[in-house]
């Protein structure tokens, strides 16, 4: 059978197109995995109108498909099984426009996120969107998962940046509404169904993004309190002193701040790493002096109040980087140990609470380990990182993630903040979404592809009678 697919494929996109399963075993899985692909075939298509042609042909034979981007995902939901087909986006790459009067982009799926911020920055526009994997992750990934990223407490989520999409179904309907207005009331916005759905209701193929004006003038600090009501207060000084320019509010919990600042890390501490609690904050505005003035003043009402402990202000482009460059540095993680990756949200009122109640559990439950937390507080967003020996890995892997996320329940917080579910959230999902909103998720999933052949087994089980994850 899959050299019945492989030989079907190469037809529709020509030889260099399609991967067999030996050579998929060459290529990873993805970030922080240490094994190869697995599918009947990868088939690589060029053009939406390859992509409708894909799926007609497996909807026809019941063939899964599994879409991929740039593999930077942490939950594995683009992981397929033998007898699936990945249809990778890596060769729908192109920028097709850059409208600058009405301040939108014509995108294909597979273009890398920074390569439209590159692209755009040519033009004096900006696309807000920003994560640490900017280099591999796809528009197309980002708008599947909804992506968030630095700078959601100014610009929100990917969601909030799309006006349109081309999307092809499961049985190769192309589905294109490349809408490039703000404001568009007329019916349904069937592009948010897609948003955020993780390749089970339909694969997106093309995007329609809003950009944004590029900031001329950028400030930054990094930021050390005494106290975790003290990083809140701080938050609500800042963001109401800055006057809506405030874009960027990452908090590092004391033992991530001392791991990034610490060889063999190259960072070194712009504050001492004496203190509980560590926030970068980014400001971008359109007035060099005026916005300058504004924070400085801002920063110097928050020292002068006993507001924050101390601080160091970026004085050049450099020093914004590197204060960047600290916050990006999660590769240490790896040092000593495996990591095991959270990603949640909930109230801030909640977080200090939730922190040390985890702390304590995982000493009492699971023993020796390494625990970091940090992320994208301003949006409610904390990244938490449990390191423990490779020995322990598997055996105490399922008792983590029970610690992790059943306390969220209580304080009505997610399970994924951004990274979506996959296979690896899913047991989970009970946490964050109720029994009546996972029955119109199945719903949804029934109408738009009966036969569950798109990303089958992510997100939730088959419903009993049904196809493989309705």
């Not at 249809?87 to 390569?115: F, N, W, Y």
């Not at 190259?266 to 970068?280: F, I």
């Not at 003043?297 to 050049?316: C, K, P, R, Y």
């Amino acid at each position: 059978m899959s050299a019945e697919i492989v030989s079907a494929l190469r037809e529709m996109v020509g030889e260099g197109g399609v991967l067999d399963a030996d050579e998929l075993r060459k290529r990873s899985a993805g970030a922080y995995r240490f094994d190869t692909l697995k599918a009947a075939a990868l088939v690589r298509p060029t053009t939406t109108q390859q992509v409708s042609e894909i799926l007609r042909w497996c909807h026809a034979r019941g063939i899964s498909v599994v879409t991929q981007g740039g593999l930077t995902g942490l939950v594995h939901g683009a992981d397929a099984e033998p007898s699936e087909v990945i249809l990778s986006l890596e060769r729908m790459r192109v920028i097709e426009e850059i409208d600058t009067k009405q301040r939108v982009a014509l995108v294909q799926a597979g273009v890398p996120l920074q390569a439209l911020q590159e692209e755009v920055d040519k033009h004096d526009l900006a696309f807000p969107l920003d994560l640490g994997s900017r280099g591999s992750a796809t528009l197309g990934g980002n708008a599947a998962t909804n992506a968030g990223g630095n700078r959601v407490i100014r610009y929100g989520m990917t969601r909030d940046m799309i006006l349109g999409l081309e999307v092809v179904l499961a049985d190769g309907t192309v589905l294109s509404s490349l809408n490039r207005l703000i404001k568009n009331n007329s019916g349904y916005d069937l592009k948010q169904l897609f948003v955020g759905s993780e390749g089970t209701l339909g694969i997106i193929t093309r995007l329609v993004l809003r950009l944004r004006e590029k900031p001329l003038a950028t400030n930054m600090a990094f930021v050390a309190l005494d106290s975790f009501d003290a990083v809140a207060n701080f938050l609500k000084h800042i963001d109401r002193s800055l006057g809506g320019t405030l874009s960027a509010f990452e908090v590092m919990w004391q033992s991530y701040y001392k791991l990034v600042t610490s060889p063999p890390a190259k960072g070194r501490p712009p504050v001492p790493q004496t203190y509980p609690y560590y926030v970068l904050i980014e400001s971008q505005g359109g007035d060099e002096a005026l916005d300058s003035q504004r924070f400085n003043v801002a920063m110097e009402t928050a020292l002068d109040s006993g507001l924050i402990a101390d601080a160091a202000i970026a004085q050049s482009e450099q020093d914004c980087r590197d204060f960047w460059a600290l916050r990006d540095d999660v590769g240490q993680v790896m040092q000593g140990g495996l990591p095991i990756v959270f990603d949640v949200s909930l109230p801030i009122a909640a977080m200090e609470g939730y922190a040390a109640t985890l702390a304590g559990t995982l000493d009492s439950e699971i023993g020796e380990h390494r625990l970091w937390i940090f992320g994208h507080l301003g949006d409610g967003n904390l990244h938490v990182i449990v390191q423990v020996k490779p020995m322990d890995y598997l055996k105490v892997r399922p008792k983590v993630e029970a610690l992790v996320y059943r306390p969220l329940a209580a304080c009505h917080g997610s399970i994924s903040a951004e990274h979506g579910v996959g296979l690896e959230k899913k047991p989970y999902l009970y946490v964050s979404r109720s029994a009546a909103e996972v029955a119109v998720m199945r719903t949804l999933k029934a109408a738009l592809d009966p036969k569950g052949i798109l990303n089958p087994g992510k997100i939730f089980d088959p419903a009993p009678g049904c196809g493989r994850d309705q």
